[in-house]
Structures are given as C-alpha cells and as structure tokens.
C-alpha cells in the first residue's frame, strides 16, 4: 500500500523527536515496520541521517548529556572499587616468594582500567563534536520559533515556511 510523504514526515518526527521506537512510531501510523526501516535507510542514503537527528535532539534535551555523564560516572565507580580492592587485599597472607607477581598483576589491572577509561574519554570527544553542532543549531531554532511566535505572531506563517527547506541545510552541514 502507498502512503503519502506525509506519513513518511510523520513517521520521522515520532522517531526522531518524540523519541518513539521505530516499531511504535510504524505502528501508530499504520505502517509496517519493514516500510518504516526501509524510509529510514532511504533517507540515510539522500544524507538524512535519523539516528543523527534522534541523538542531536536527545543532547538538545540533555538526554545523550546525561547517558554519557552516567555511563563516565558508572566507570569511575568501577575503577574506584576496584583500586578498592586491590589496595585492600592484604599481601602479609601470601607468601612472599609470590608477592612479587601478585603485585605486577596489581599493575597491570591498574594499567588496563586506567587505559579503558582513557580511551573511553577520547572516543566522547571524538564521536560527539558533530552531533554536539547539530543539536546546538536544533536548539537555537527551536527557541527562535517560540521568540518568533511570543514576539512576532504574524511572521509564524513564513518562519514555518522557511524552516523546512533551512533545516536541509543544517543538516548537510553537521548532520
């Protein structure tokens, strides 16, 4: 069954800024899912990226902010309990002859975490600048549309207008 553009529009803006899953958003439309995946793949194809434009909007919000400062906390945690137990163990148990490689294993465990961590802060700063933009731009248009229509009702029409077409080009640009 062909469905109008509308119902692509739709489906897009429940995925994507409602924060729907595909599958809920496909339903509520009426649309099947293999329908909805394959809209989706086609536009990544044009350069509309969903998952971009879901993970921009989610910052903007300060959705994927808070998954990251969880996920970074989470690791600290972790690090921290388990230089806990590694400075906790009581090495006067062992005996001494096998103190020494139980102390390089101590080393390398503390090495490993420390590296995990550190790779972990640099991919966030890499994979994110870009979706950073993108989300800053959506957040500036956003508050530009509720300026314009607080302040300057009669012009909503024509911002609604333009909008569309803008947001092609903010997309190219960071998305």
Do not use: C
């Amino acid at each position: 069954m062909a469905h109008p553009r509308e119902t692509r529009d739709r489906l897009r803006r429940s995925y994507v800024f409602d924060g729907l899953s595909m599958e809920i958003a496909a339903a509520q439309l009426s649309v099947s899912f293999a329908t909805a995946r394959r809209w989706k793949k086609d536009a990544l194809d044009k350069g509309d990226d969903w998952e971009k434009q879901k993970s921009a909007h989610m910052m903007a919000g300060g959705g994927l902010e808070d998954v990251s400062r969880s996920l970074l906390s989470n690791m600290v945690i972790q690090f921290k309990s388990t230089m806990e137990a590694i400075n906790g163990f009581d090495m006067s148990v062992i005996e001494p002859e096998k103190q020494m490689p139980l102390l390089a294993k101590r080393v390398e465990m503390l090495a490993s975490l420390a590296d995990a961590y550190n790779k972990s802060i640099s991919a966030s700063k890499r994979l994110l600048p870009e979706t950073s933009q993108l989300a800053l731009s959506l957040e500036v248009l956003q508050k530009l549309g509720v300026f314009i229509s607080e302040h300057y009702p009669q012009h909503l029409q024509a911002f609604a207008e333009v909008l569309e077409p803008f947001g092609e080009v903010i997309e190219k640009s960071y998305g």
